[in-house]
Protein backbone atom coordinates (compact mmCIF):
# COMPACT_ATOMS: atom_id res chain seq x y z
CA UNK A 1 0.00 0.00 0.00
CA UNK A 2 1.57 3.40 -0.98
CA UNK A 3 -0.60 6.44 0.56
CA UNK A 4 0.08 9.41 -1.12
CA UNK A 5 -1.73 12.97 -1.28
CA UNK A 6 -0.63 16.09 -3.03
CA UNK A 7 -2.60 19.25 -3.74
CA UNK A 8 -2.63 23.02 -3.66
CA UNK A 9 -4.52 25.11 -1.15
CA UNK A 10 -4.36 28.78 -0.05
CA UNK A 11 -1.14 28.64 1.99
CA UNK A 12 0.44 27.24 -1.08
CA UNK A 13 -1.34 29.27 -4.30
CA UNK A 14 -3.66 32.26 -5.14
CA UNK A 15 -6.57 32.22 -6.22
CA UNK A 16 -6.54 32.42 -9.71
CA UNK A 17 -4.61 29.31 -9.90
CA UNK A 18 -7.07 27.52 -7.09
CA UNK A 19 -10.05 28.37 -9.23
CA UNK A 20 -8.32 26.40 -12.27
CA UNK A 21 -8.03 23.36 -10.30
CA UNK A 22 -11.81 23.03 -8.72
CA UNK A 23 -13.66 19.68 -9.52
CA UNK A 24 -17.17 20.32 -9.75
CA UNK A 25 -19.70 17.97 -8.24
CA UNK A 26 -20.99 17.02 -11.28
CA UNK A 27 -17.54 16.01 -12.77
CA UNK A 28 -15.76 14.92 -9.45
CA UNK A 29 -16.88 10.64 -10.22
CA UNK A 30 -15.61 10.79 -13.86
CA UNK A 31 -12.62 12.53 -12.99
CA UNK A 32 -12.43 10.00 -9.94
CA UNK A 33 -12.70 6.70 -12.86
CA UNK A 34 -10.61 8.66 -15.26
CA UNK A 35 -7.52 9.03 -12.94
CA UNK A 36 -7.72 5.57 -11.53
CA UNK A 37 -8.34 3.85 -14.95
CA UNK A 38 -5.78 5.76 -17.14
CA UNK A 39 -2.83 5.88 -14.28
CA UNK A 40 -1.31 3.53 -11.68
CA UNK A 41 -3.48 4.21 -9.26
CA UNK A 42 -5.49 2.08 -7.02
CA UNK A 43 -7.55 4.31 -5.06
CA UNK A 44 -8.43 7.67 -5.31
CA UNK A 45 -10.45 10.24 -3.65
CA UNK A 46 -10.65 14.44 -3.95
CA UNK A 47 -11.07 17.24 -1.38
CA UNK A 48 -12.13 20.65 -3.46
CA UNK A 49 -13.23 23.47 -1.31
CA UNK A 50 -12.85 26.69 -2.21
CA UNK A 51 -9.43 26.97 -0.08
CA UNK A 52 -8.09 23.47 -1.53
CA UNK A 53 -8.28 20.50 -4.32
CA UNK A 54 -6.24 17.89 -2.73
CA UNK A 55 -5.92 13.90 -4.06
CA UNK A 56 -5.32 11.38 -1.56
CA UNK A 57 -4.37 7.88 -3.63
CA UNK A 58 -2.85 4.95 -3.70
CA UNK A 59 -0.44 4.36 -5.77
CA UNK A 60 3.17 3.38 -6.11
CA UNK A 61 3.48 6.03 -9.32
CA UNK A 62 2.44 9.63 -7.49
CA UNK A 63 4.05 11.57 -10.29
CA UNK A 64 1.86 10.01 -12.98
CA UNK A 65 -1.03 11.41 -10.95
CA UNK A 66 0.03 14.59 -10.24
CA UNK A 67 0.91 15.19 -14.27
CA UNK A 68 -2.70 13.63 -14.54
CA UNK A 69 -3.95 17.08 -12.62
CA UNK A 70 -2.22 19.36 -15.05
CA UNK A 71 -3.41 17.54 -17.88
CA UNK A 72 -7.64 17.05 -16.92
CA UNK A 73 -7.33 21.11 -16.07
CA UNK A 74 -5.64 21.71 -19.43
CA UNK A 75 -2.75 23.12 -17.63
CA UNK A 76 0.91 23.25 -18.02
CA UNK A 77 2.87 21.03 -15.28
CA UNK A 78 5.55 23.30 -14.65
CA UNK A 79 3.26 26.13 -13.95
CA UNK A 80 0.90 23.91 -11.38
CA UNK A 81 3.99 22.05 -9.80
CA UNK A 82 5.78 24.79 -7.64
CA UNK A 83 2.43 25.02 -5.89
CA UNK A 84 1.92 21.70 -5.15
CA UNK A 85 2.83 20.23 -1.81
CA UNK A 86 3.57 16.28 -1.83
CA UNK A 87 3.00 14.07 1.38
CA UNK A 88 3.90 10.14 1.33
CA UNK A 89 2.61 7.83 4.19
CA UNK A 90 3.29 9.32 7.15
CA UNK A 91 3.08 12.95 6.39
CA UNK A 92 -0.64 12.68 4.12
CA UNK A 93 -2.11 11.02 7.05
CA UNK A 94 -0.85 13.69 9.39
CA UNK A 95 -1.99 16.64 6.96
CA UNK A 96 -5.82 14.95 6.41
CA UNK A 97 -6.16 14.71 10.56
CA UNK A 98 -5.21 18.51 10.29
CA UNK A 99 -7.03 19.54 7.70
CA UNK A 100 -10.52 18.13 9.47
CA UNK A 101 -9.86 18.75 12.61
CA UNK A 102 -9.54 22.98 11.01
CA UNK A 103 -5.48 23.35 11.84
CA UNK A 104 -4.95 23.92 8.52
CA UNK A 105 -8.18 26.46 7.43
CA UNK A 106 -8.43 29.60 6.66
CA UNK A 107 -10.24 30.39 8.99
CA UNK A 108 -8.86 28.19 12.13
CA UNK A 109 -10.79 25.65 13.81
CA UNK A 110 -14.00 26.29 10.97
CA UNK A 111 -15.95 23.02 11.27
CA UNK A 112 -16.91 23.22 6.90
CA UNK A 113 -14.54 21.53 5.90
CA UNK A 114 -15.11 18.01 7.69
CA UNK A 115 -18.34 17.74 5.92
CA UNK A 116 -16.89 18.50 2.67
CA UNK A 117 -14.45 15.66 3.52
CA UNK A 118 -17.31 13.61 4.06
CA UNK A 119 -18.57 14.33 0.52
CA UNK A 120 -15.58 13.78 -0.74
CA UNK A 121 -15.67 10.42 1.01
CA UNK A 122 -19.56 9.88 -0.96
CA UNK A 123 -18.00 10.86 -4.02
CA UNK A 124 -15.51 8.45 -4.36
CA UNK A 125 -17.73 5.81 -2.85
CA UNK A 126 -20.26 6.31 -6.06
CA UNK A 127 -17.11 6.43 -8.48
CA UNK A 128 -15.90 3.08 -7.14
CA UNK A 129 -12.23 4.40 -6.30
CA UNK A 130 -12.36 4.04 -2.27
CA UNK A 131 -10.38 0.54 -1.26
CA UNK A 132 -9.45 -0.40 2.05
CA UNK A 133 -6.45 1.80 2.74
CA UNK A 134 -8.52 4.87 1.73
CA UNK A 135 -11.31 4.25 3.49
CA UNK A 136 -9.62 3.69 6.58
CA UNK A 137 -7.73 6.58 6.28
CA UNK A 138 -10.55 8.73 6.33
CA UNK A 139 -12.98 6.73 8.93
CA UNK A 140 -9.65 7.39 10.99
CA UNK A 141 -9.92 10.86 9.80
CA UNK A 142 -13.45 11.83 11.15
CA UNK A 143 -12.71 9.60 14.60
CA UNK A 144 -9.82 11.94 15.00
CA UNK A 145 -11.53 15.03 13.88
CA UNK A 146 -14.12 14.21 16.35
CA UNK A 147 -11.88 14.14 19.22
CA UNK A 148 -10.12 17.18 18.34
CA UNK A 149 -12.90 19.40 18.50
CA UNK A 150 -14.46 17.47 21.74
CA UNK A 151 -11.10 17.70 23.73
CA UNK A 152 -10.00 20.96 22.99
CA UNK A 153 -11.25 24.59 22.23
CA UNK A 154 -10.28 24.75 18.76
CA UNK A 155 -13.34 25.71 17.43
CA UNK A 156 -13.94 28.27 20.45
CA UNK A 157 -15.27 31.60 19.25
CA UNK A 158 -15.09 30.99 15.43
CA UNK A 159 -15.59 33.68 13.37
CA UNK A 160 -17.38 32.19 10.08
CA UNK A 161 -16.89 32.86 6.48
CA UNK A 162 -20.53 34.27 6.64
CA UNK A 163 -20.78 36.47 9.93
CA UNK A 164 -17.56 37.41 8.37
CA UNK A 165 -19.57 38.73 5.42
CA UNK A 166 -21.89 40.33 8.01
CA UNK A 167 -19.05 42.30 9.76
CA UNK A 168 -17.68 43.47 6.19
CA UNK A 169 -20.79 44.99 5.38
CA UNK A 170 -20.90 46.41 9.10
CA UNK A 171 -17.75 48.30 8.25
CA UNK A 172 -19.17 49.91 4.90
CA UNK A 173 -23.08 50.68 5.65
CA UNK A 174 -23.85 51.97 8.61
CA UNK A 175 -26.70 49.46 9.35
CA UNK A 176 -27.54 46.84 7.34
CA UNK A 177 -31.30 47.68 8.14
CA UNK A 178 -31.30 49.96 5.52
CA UNK A 179 -29.59 48.13 3.24
CA UNK A 180 -31.06 45.89 0.31
CA UNK A 181 -29.04 41.77 -0.52
CA UNK A 182 -28.92 40.15 -3.03
CA UNK A 183 -27.87 36.21 -2.96
CA UNK A 184 -26.91 34.47 -5.97
CA UNK A 185 -26.70 30.49 -5.03
CA UNK A 186 -28.80 28.74 -3.20
CA UNK A 187 -25.99 26.42 -1.57
CA UNK A 188 -24.31 25.76 1.94
CA UNK A 189 -22.86 28.82 1.79
CA UNK A 190 -25.00 31.21 1.01
CA UNK A 191 -27.78 29.45 3.32
CA UNK A 192 -24.97 30.32 5.69
CA UNK A 193 -24.59 34.27 4.86
CA UNK A 194 -28.29 34.80 4.52
CA UNK A 195 -28.93 33.19 7.63
CA UNK A 196 -26.16 35.66 9.45
CA UNK A 197 -27.43 38.82 6.85
CA UNK A 198 -31.15 38.10 7.63
CA UNK A 199 -30.76 38.56 11.36
CA UNK A 200 -29.60 42.19 10.88
CA UNK A 201 -32.61 42.40 9.40
CA UNK A 202 -32.02 43.77 6.32
CA UNK A 203 -34.61 46.07 4.42
CA UNK A 204 -34.84 43.35 1.46
CA UNK A 205 -33.32 40.02 0.39
CA UNK A 206 -33.72 38.46 -2.94
CA UNK A 207 -32.77 34.98 -4.35
CA UNK A 208 -31.32 34.13 -7.20
CA UNK A 209 -30.58 30.90 -8.71
CA UNK A 210 -30.38 28.60 -11.81
CA UNK A 211 -32.88 26.28 -10.52
CA UNK A 212 -35.68 28.72 -9.19
CA UNK A 213 -37.20 25.91 -6.80
CA UNK A 214 -33.95 25.83 -4.60
CA UNK A 215 -34.11 29.72 -4.66
CA UNK A 216 -37.91 30.15 -3.62
CA UNK A 217 -37.34 27.70 -0.66
CA UNK A 218 -34.34 30.20 0.75
CA UNK A 219 -36.83 32.90 -0.07
CA UNK A 220 -39.78 31.43 1.85
CA UNK A 221 -37.27 30.97 4.54
CA UNK A 222 -35.63 34.09 5.03
CA UNK A 223 -38.24 36.24 4.13
CA UNK A 224 -37.35 37.39 0.32
CA UNK A 225 -38.30 37.50 -2.92
CA UNK A 226 -36.65 35.19 -6.17
CA UNK A 227 -35.47 35.92 -9.50
CA UNK A 228 -34.22 34.68 -12.45
CA UNK A 229 -30.88 34.59 -13.55
CA UNK A 230 -31.97 36.12 -16.65
CA UNK A 231 -33.37 38.96 -14.71
CA UNK A 232 -29.42 39.72 -12.87
CA UNK A 233 -28.87 42.79 -14.92
CA UNK A 234 -32.15 44.81 -14.63
CA UNK A 235 -32.30 43.60 -10.86
CA UNK A 236 -28.42 44.20 -9.77
CA UNK A 237 -29.12 47.92 -9.13
CA UNK A 238 -31.63 47.57 -6.80
CA UNK A 239 -29.00 46.24 -4.40
CA UNK A 240 -26.35 47.47 -2.09
CA UNK A 241 -24.84 44.36 -0.92
CA UNK A 242 -24.49 40.77 -3.26
CA UNK A 243 -23.17 37.95 -1.80
CA UNK A 244 -22.34 35.97 -4.75
CA UNK A 245 -21.47 31.62 -4.23
CA UNK A 246 -22.30 29.52 -7.22
CA UNK A 247 -20.58 26.90 -9.06
CA UNK A 248 -20.51 28.13 -12.46
CA UNK A 249 -17.13 27.62 -13.99
CA UNK A 250 -17.17 31.46 -15.46
CA UNK A 251 -17.95 34.56 -14.26
CA UNK A 252 -21.60 35.38 -14.16
CA UNK A 253 -21.13 39.61 -13.29
CA UNK A 254 -19.26 41.30 -15.20
CA UNK A 255 -17.71 44.77 -15.65
CA UNK A 256 -20.45 46.25 -17.90
CA UNK A 257 -23.31 44.45 -15.53
CA UNK A 258 -22.07 46.82 -12.67
CA UNK A 259 -21.02 49.68 -14.91
CA UNK A 260 -24.61 49.76 -15.77
CA UNK A 261 -25.94 49.07 -12.21
CA UNK A 262 -23.55 52.17 -10.95
CA UNK A 263 -25.22 54.62 -13.33
CA UNK A 264 -28.83 53.24 -12.81
CA UNK A 265 -27.87 54.28 -8.86
CA UNK A 266 -26.13 57.76 -9.59
CA UNK A 267 -22.64 56.16 -8.02
CA UNK A 268 -24.00 55.03 -4.92
CA UNK A 269 -21.33 52.37 -3.93
CA UNK A 270 -22.19 48.60 -3.84
CA UNK A 271 -21.04 45.57 -1.94
CA UNK A 272 -19.68 42.66 -4.01
CA UNK A 273 -19.01 39.60 -2.10
CA UNK A 274 -17.67 36.83 -3.92
CA UNK A 275 -17.18 33.77 -2.38
CA UNK A 276 -17.28 31.20 -5.72
CA UNK A 277 -14.30 29.32 -6.51
CA UNK A 278 -13.92 29.79 -9.64
CA UNK A 279 -14.93 33.16 -9.07
CA UNK A 280 -18.31 34.44 -10.25
CA UNK A 281 -17.53 38.07 -10.51
CA UNK A 282 -14.75 39.59 -12.95
CA UNK A 283 -11.87 40.79 -11.59
CA UNK A 284 -12.14 43.83 -13.54
CA UNK A 285 -14.73 44.90 -11.39
CA UNK A 286 -12.80 45.21 -8.25
CA UNK A 287 -11.22 48.68 -10.45
CA UNK A 288 -14.44 50.34 -10.59
CA UNK A 289 -14.97 53.33 -8.46
CA UNK A 290 -18.15 53.09 -6.12
CA UNK A 291 -17.52 48.87 -6.19
CA UNK A 292 -16.06 47.73 -2.69
CA UNK A 293 -15.25 43.50 -4.32
CA UNK A 294 -14.71 41.12 -1.71
CA UNK A 295 -13.31 37.30 -2.36
CA UNK A 296 -13.27 34.28 -0.47
CA UNK A 297 -9.52 35.37 0.84
CA UNK A 298 -10.14 38.83 1.45
CA UNK A 299 -12.98 37.17 4.11
CA UNK A 300 -10.14 34.42 5.17
CA UNK A 301 -8.28 37.83 6.65
CA UNK A 302 -11.38 39.07 8.04
CA UNK A 303 -12.24 35.83 9.62
CA UNK A 304 -8.89 35.34 10.96
CA UNK A 305 -9.35 38.18 13.54
CA UNK A 306 -9.90 36.86 17.29
CA UNK A 307 -7.21 33.46 16.30
CA UNK A 308 -5.55 34.26 20.02
CA UNK A 309 -8.67 32.74 21.51
CA UNK A 310 -8.28 29.75 19.58
CA UNK A 311 -4.20 29.49 19.06
CA UNK A 312 -3.88 27.35 22.94
CA UNK A 313 -5.59 24.97 22.29
CA UNK A 314 -3.22 24.27 18.71
CA UNK A 315 -0.75 22.39 21.11
CA UNK A 316 -3.23 20.27 22.65
CA UNK A 317 -4.97 19.43 18.74
CA UNK A 318 -1.75 18.73 17.48
CA UNK A 319 -0.48 16.13 20.38
CA UNK A 320 -3.93 14.36 19.54
CA UNK A 321 -3.32 13.91 15.96
CA UNK A 322 0.30 12.94 16.70
CA UNK A 323 -0.50 10.29 18.88
CA UNK A 324 -2.97 9.11 16.24
CA UNK A 325 -1.00 9.58 13.43
CA UNK A 326 1.22 7.07 14.83
CA UNK A 327 -1.48 4.65 15.53
CA UNK A 328 -2.61 4.78 12.05
CA UNK A 329 0.97 3.73 10.40
CA UNK A 330 1.42 0.80 13.06
CA UNK A 331 -2.08 -0.14 11.53
CA UNK A 332 -0.66 0.24 8.23
CA UNK A 333 2.82 -1.46 8.68
CA UNK A 334 1.07 -4.18 9.99
CA UNK A 335 -0.63 -4.55 6.51
CA UNK A 336 2.11 -4.49 4.76
CA UNK A 337 3.40 -7.77 6.79
CA UNK A 338 -0.11 -9.47 5.76
CA UNK A 339 1.66 -11.52 2.71
CA UNK A 340 4.51 -12.54 4.95
CA UNK A 341 2.05 -13.53 7.66
CA UNK A 342 -0.25 -15.14 5.04
CA UNK A 343 2.79 -17.23 3.22
CA UNK A 344 4.31 -18.51 6.59
CA UNK A 345 0.10 -19.74 7.56
CA UNK A 346 -0.11 -21.60 4.07
CA UNK A 347 3.52 -22.96 4.80
CA UNK A 348 3.06 -24.14 8.16
CA UNK A 349 -0.91 -25.66 7.08
CA UNK A 350 0.85 -27.57 4.17
CA UNK A 351 3.01 -29.64 6.95
CA UNK A 352 0.43 -29.91 9.04
CA UNK A 353 -1.99 -31.60 6.53
CA UNK A 354 0.69 -33.67 4.96
CA UNK A 355 1.91 -35.28 8.11
CA UNK A 356 -1.82 -35.36 9.15
CA UNK A 357 -2.68 -37.49 6.10
CA UNK A 358 0.16 -39.67 6.82
CA UNK A 359 -0.62 -40.16 10.51
CA UNK A 360 -4.25 -41.37 8.92
CA UNK A 361 -2.84 -44.11 6.38
CA UNK A 362 -0.72 -45.35 9.60
CA UNK A 363 -3.91 -45.38 11.48
CA UNK A 364 -5.88 -47.11 8.98
CA UNK A 365 -3.77 -49.60 8.76
CA UNK A 366 -3.83 -50.67 12.56
CA UNK A 367 -1.05 -49.03 14.08
CA UNK A 368 -0.61 -48.46 17.68
CA UNK A 369 -2.29 -44.96 17.91
CA UNK A 370 -0.05 -43.54 20.40
CA UNK A 371 3.07 -44.54 18.52
CA UNK A 372 1.38 -42.78 15.64
CA UNK A 373 0.53 -39.56 17.25
CA UNK A 374 4.38 -39.39 18.95
CA UNK A 375 5.64 -39.85 15.46
CA UNK A 376 3.15 -36.77 14.27
CA UNK A 377 4.51 -34.37 16.89
CA UNK A 378 8.05 -35.73 16.22
CA UNK A 379 7.46 -34.91 12.44
CA UNK A 380 5.82 -31.18 12.73
CA UNK A 381 8.51 -30.23 14.88
CA UNK A 382 11.38 -31.65 12.66
CA UNK A 383 9.70 -29.31 10.04
CA UNK A 384 8.84 -26.51 11.74
CA UNK A 385 12.33 -26.17 13.29
CA UNK A 386 13.78 -26.85 9.85
CA UNK A 387 14.20 -23.76 8.30
CA UNK A 388 15.36 -21.67 11.02
CA UNK A 389 17.72 -24.70 12.42
CA UNK A 390 19.21 -24.62 8.78
CA UNK A 391 19.41 -20.96 8.34
CA UNK A 392 21.29 -20.93 11.72
CA UNK A 393 23.80 -23.03 11.25
CA UNK A 394 24.47 -21.67 7.69
CA UNK A 395 24.53 -17.77 8.25
CA UNK A 396 28.09 -16.18 7.92
CA UNK A 397 29.77 -15.31 11.18
CA UNK A 398 28.49 -11.03 10.49
CA UNK A 399 24.88 -12.87 10.22
CA UNK A 400 25.07 -15.24 13.36
CA UNK A 401 24.57 -13.06 16.07
CA UNK A 402 21.95 -10.94 14.53
CA UNK A 403 20.11 -14.40 13.61
CA UNK A 404 20.27 -15.73 17.29
CA UNK A 405 18.75 -12.78 18.78
CA UNK A 406 15.92 -12.85 16.15
CA UNK A 407 15.12 -16.17 17.00
CA UNK A 408 15.39 -15.88 20.68
CA UNK A 409 13.11 -13.07 20.41
CA UNK A 410 10.71 -14.79 17.95
CA UNK A 411 10.65 -18.40 20.21
CA UNK A 412 10.94 -15.98 23.46
CA UNK A 413 13.89 -18.16 24.27
CA UNK A 414 15.92 -17.42 27.63
CA UNK A 415 19.54 -17.46 27.44
CA UNK A 416 21.71 -19.80 28.60
CA UNK A 417 23.55 -18.87 31.94
Not at 181 to 201: P, R
Not at 220 to 229: A, C, H, K, M, S
Not at 293 to 302: A, E, S
Request: with cysteine; aromatic share 6%; net charge negative.
Amino acid sequence: MELFAFGINHHTAPLSLREQVVFSAENMVQALRDLVERNPVKEAAIVSTCNRTEIYCNTSEPRQAMQWLANFHQLQVDNLEPHLYQLPKELAVKHAFRVASGLDSMVLGEPQILGQFKSAVRAAESAGTLGLLLNKLFQRTFSVAKVVRSETDIGASTVSMASAAVKLAERIYPTIADQSVLFIGAGEMIELCATHFSAQHPKHATFANRTLERAQALAERFRGRTITFTELPSQLAAHDIIVTCTASTLPIIGKGLIESALRTRKRRPILIIDLAVPRDVEAEVEKLDDVFLYTVDDLGRLAREGLDMRQAAVAQAEAIIETQVGDFMQWLDNRQLVPTIRALRDDAEQVRRHELERALQRLAHGDDAAAVIDQLSHALTNKFLHAPTHALNHASEEDREQLVTVLRRLHQLKHAE
